[in-house]
């Protein structure tokens, strides 16, 4: 019995200190008081002061690859480029390769990786590197080709 008592104190001194600030005192709520109750100012939130959602995508991000190859003995070297542009805001750029490897930060705009593609391995292999800005989302793919090793056919 005397738990329960300082059980239903402490949810009656819990439900005071959450009605007080909203209404300004205990008991004075509008409609069932006296009507000489007044509602104390709340504060208000503001677009500004509340956290913001996933950045709205306004335009999309778009990614350009670009790479040259050269010779490294019966070895084809390729030097890869990707650029990126549009999207929520370059400053939130991350870059990803899939068949090469980069060679900058992944968000560093443009973006850079090399491939290099050895006798005995495949002639022709594909490269993609994807962007996004937490937003959207582009890729590009390019098939490169094993122009050095004399083993390979010669391929456009």
């Not at 509008?30 to 504060?43: E, F, I, N, R």
């Not at 306004?58 to 790479?67: A, D, E, N, P, Y």
């Not at 990803?96 to 292999?125: F, H, I, K, M, Q």
Request: aromatic letters at 8%.
């Amino acid at each position: 019995m005397r738990k329960s008592y300082h059980v239903t104190t402490f949810l009656a001194v819990v439900a005071l200190l959450a009605v007080a600030p909203v209404y300004g005192e205990a008991g004075a709520i509008p409609g069932l008081s006296d009507g000489s109750a007044q509602l104390s100012p709340v504060a208000v939130a503001t677009a500004a002061d509340l956290p913001g959602p996933e950045p709205a995508c306004f335009t999309q991000v778009s990614v350009s690859l670009s790479c040259s190859s050269s010779c490294i003995g019966d070895k084809t070297r390729y030097a890869c480029t990707a650029t990126g542009s549009g999207g929520y805001g370059a400053q939130w750029y991350l870059f990803s390769w899939t068949g090469a490897n980069p060679t900058s930060g992944s968000n560093d705009n443009p973006n850079y990786a090399n491939r290099v593609l050895t006798p005995g391995g495949p002639c022709e292999a594909q490269i993609q590197v994807s962007l996004t800005d937490g937003c959207s989302y582009d890729s590009a793919s390019r098939t490169i080709y094993d122009y050095c090793d004399s083993s390979c056919e010669r391929l456009p």
